[in-house]
T-cell receptor
Framework: DAKTTQPTSMDCAEGRAANLPCNHS???????VYWYRQIHSQGPQYIIH???NNETNEMASLIITEDRKSSTLILPHATLRDTAVYYC?????????????FGKGTKLTVNP | DGGITQSPKYLFRKEGQNVTLSCEQN?????MYWYRQDPGQGLRLIYY???????QKGDIAEGYSVSREKKESFPLTVTSAQKNPTAFYLC????????????FGPGTRLLVL
């Protein structure tokens, strides 16, 4: 799997949009971009994933650049409960036989 | 509600003792995984299973064993051969297919006494 680069930490004011960047310049054509988050002492929670088109669900939006070398996860109205470590993962599904490679992620702190 | 359950939430192991961590899912997923997470670190794959009665070693399988007798269940045994078992253990499952999102359980924290 290709490697990703994320900022170590970010802060966001409650109620504002949180924009979390991820660089994946070596991504290959059949690799998806996945985002997970992990609240302290809990299991990782799936947020969203995409291949090349922008995606939106009830939790977040994922914006992937046209060259697919970077992406941004957007939490439109951050709340205190969104404080977590956010992981950007590039992954090629292979029939259930491979691991997700979690890096250090971005520690997002939402402030009141 | 569909989901993945892990028990117990905390587990204590004495030196030389084997302990088994439970993982159950009712999502009808074929594939299941066990990861280990150490403080401030990412997740490392211990074992995975694509189908009942079949499983494969991950990156750090030494000192661990698993079984997959039922689709819903994938227990992990931490044996006495695992010399540094203190960690946060996470179970996940996914559908086998083109977009295999993995869904995680709440985790079990294992501590050695």
């Amino acid at each position: 799997d290709a490697k990703t680069t994320q900022p170590t930490s970010m802060d966001c004011a409650e109620g504002r949009a949180a924009n979390l960047p991820c660089n994946h310049s070596t991504i290959s054509g059949n690799e998806y971009v996945y985002w997970y988050r992990q609240i302290h002492s809990q299991g990782p929670q799936y947020i969203i994933h995409g291949l090349k088109n922008n995606e939106t669900n009830e939790m977040a939006s994922l914006i992937i650049t046209e060259d697919r070398k970077s992406s941004t996860l957007i939490l439109p109205h951050a709340t205190l409960r969104d404080t977590a470590v956010y992981y950007c993962i590039v992954h090629r599904p292979q029939g259930g036989s491979e691991k997700l490679v979690f890096g250090k992620g971005t520690k997002l702190t939402v402030n009141p | 509600d569909g989901g993945i359950t892990q028990s117990p939430k905390y587990l204590f192991r004495k030196e030389g003792q084997n302990v088994t961590l439970s993982c159950e899912q009712n999502l009808n997923h074929d594939a299941m995984y066990w990861y280990r997470q150490d403080p401030g670190q990412g997740l490392r794959l211990i074992y995975y299973s694509q189908i009942v009665n079949d499983f494969q070693k991950g990156d750090i399988a030494e000192g661990y064993s698993v079984s997959r007798e039922k689709k819903e269940s994938f227990p992990l045994t931490v044996t006495s051969a695992q010399k540094n078992p203190t960690a946060f253990y996470l179970c996940a499952s996914s559908i086998r297919g083109t977009q295999e999102t993995q869904y995680f359980g709440p985790g079990t924290r294992l501590l050695v006494l």
